[in-house]
């Protein structure tokens, strides 16, 4: 065996990748005492599951939160989601909220121009009967990151949507041009899986979506009506 396979041996991992269950995975960094993984599937970059906070200590870092509907900081900030988003919809879609968190705002301001709302949250408003209806927009703001199990979890938004529906996710992408040890996403110890550009378009070739990138690092995959899960 040759030294350049026993290193590449070395840097594998027996992990398969959370969001496209391929195992073509390699150790890829360690920064500030945590590991990163590459997906070369999918290309999303992924800490280890035995290195993910127990859910206590997830939910304590999220009741830290202070996000509410009366701060128009956090209105201005969700805005990047809302406004094109908006654009799409008919007057009364039906709409979710995926990752609501503990301060609702997003799914408030879809209502308030007449769409129809539903939120739903692991920690703060889990109720499944949310999950088994259909919607003609979902969204996913500051979310994906937070995933244990992306490929489920996405999977399972994408199988809910109505045909022609967006699905709009807003997460920080991997930087192309910069050093992964000053990106400030890494700091969050619940921020687990990291999409980059490569990752979105891996799944909306796998969903067959049509993929519209936006400001801000949105993201709007709308439905076609003919569609894989994953």
């Known amino acids: 065996m040759s030294n350049e396979c026993t290193v590449e041996n070395q840097n ?26 590459l997906c070369r599937t999918c290309d999303a970059l992924l800490v280890p599951t ?10 304590a870092q999220y009741d830290h ?34 990752g609501s968190g503990p301060g609702p705002t997003l799914s408030l301001m879809f209502e308030e121009v007449g769409h129809l709302m539903t939120i739903y949250d692991h920690f703060y408003s889990p109720v499944h009967s949310s999950l088994d209806q259909h919607y003609d927009f979902i969204t996913a703001t500051e979310v994906v990151e937070h995933l244990h199990r992306p490929g489920f979890e996405l999977g399972r ?41 490569s990752t979105c378009e891996w799944l909306a070739e796998h969903w067959q979506a049509n993929l519209t990138f936006l400001e801000h690092n949105v993201m709007l995959f709308q439905k076609s009506y003919v569609s894989h899960t994953v």
């Open 50 to 59: 035995e290195q993910y906070l127990s859910a206590n200590d997830e939910k």
């Open 65 to 98: 939160h202070d996000n509410r509907p009366d701060d128009p900081d956090y209105r201005a900030f969700l805005s990047r989601m809302f406004l094109p988003m908006q654009q799409r919809l008919s007057p009364k879609s039906r709409g979710l909220h995926f």
């Open 157 to 197: 938004l994408w199988s809910i949507l109505n045909p022609g529906g967006f699905l709009g996710v807003m997460t920080q992408l991997v930087p192309q041009e910069k050093s992964l040890d000053d990106w400030y996403y890494l700091k969050d110890p619940t921020h687990v899986c990291f999409f980059s550009r």
């Open 12 to 37: 594998r991992t027996a992990q398969a990748c959370p969001l496209c269950h391929m195992t073509d995975i390699d150790r890829f960094s360690r920064i500030r005492k945590r590991d990163y993984l």
